[in-house]
């Protein structure tokens, strides 16, 4: 399978926890993205990566959540001291600079946590 | 108001039906105009991608963009009830992030 991969797929953890997530983009792909869904809502830009470089980050990017993507390869999305309101799909995607059509996002199947 | 407006339905059809989806939206900028389908539980899959005003078609799949009105669709012909999914209109300027409607769930009945 050559697509985005997510892992893990399901995280129930406490409150006051951390928790981390990993995405595999497509592997010729060099911009990696994070979205948040929560139920009933399309997804909500989160930040995004070129290469190893983290461009943007969302306002929803809140001192709490941080992300890595160390090698330009991998990204990993960590979020400290979970509150019941984190509870969401975390979805990762990923694209090839000048890639066609336009750089087309292709989403992995989501990580779904759940704060207790 | 949010930038794109997109009615959550659900929607229900029989099979073989057209179904419409629309979003509206109001940021000028967006530039290029993507419709993607998600099963339950599952990330989205791209269906269909436009960047200019008129009708784009694939399959049992029509996309229109109508940029004047800041409007798009989707078509989706001889519906099926594997057509059954949230259907998720996004858009992007010429930055990277892309900015999604709240979806519509569609129900494909037999």
């Known amino acids: 399978d050559t697509g985005v991969s997510q892992d893990p797929r399901h995280k129930i953890t406490k409150r006051g926890q951390n928790v981390t997530f990993r995405c595999d983009p497509i592997s010729e792909h060099n911009r990696l993205y994070w979205y948040r869904q929560t139920l009933g809502q399309g997804p909500e830009f989160l930040t995004y990566?070129?290469?190893?470089?983290?461009?943007?980050k969302s306002r929803l990017l809140s001192d709490r959540f941080s992300a890595e993507r160390p090698k330009g390869s991998f990204s990993t999305l960590e979020i400290q001291r979970t509150e019941q309101g984190d509870s969401a799909m975390y979805l990762c995607a990923s694209s090839s600079l000048g890639g066609l059509p336009q750089e087309t996002q292709y989403f992995g199947p989501g990580t779904r946590l759940l704060v207790l | 108001q949010k930038e794109v407006e997109q009615d959550p339905g659900p929607l229900s059809v029989p099979e073989g039906a057209i179904v419409s989806l629309n979003c509206t939206y109001s940021?000028?900028?967006?530039?290029?105009f993507m419709w993607y389908r998600q099963y339950s539980r599952k990330g989205p899959e791209l269906l269909m991608y436009t960047y200019s005003s008129g009708n784009k078609e694939d399959g049992r799949f029509t996309a229109q963009v109508d940029k004047s009105s800041k409007y798009i669709s989707l078509f989706i012909r001889d519906s099926q009830p594997s057509d059954s999914a949230t259907y998720l209109c996004?858009?992007?300027?010429?930055?990277?992030?892309?900015?999604f409607g709240t979806g519509t769930q569609l129900k494909v009945e037999l």
């Open positions: 996004a858009m992007r300027g010429g930055g990277n992030k892309l900015t």
């Open positions: 940021n000028s900028a967006f530039q290029y």
């Open positions: 990566f070129q290469n190893e470089a983290q461009l943007e």
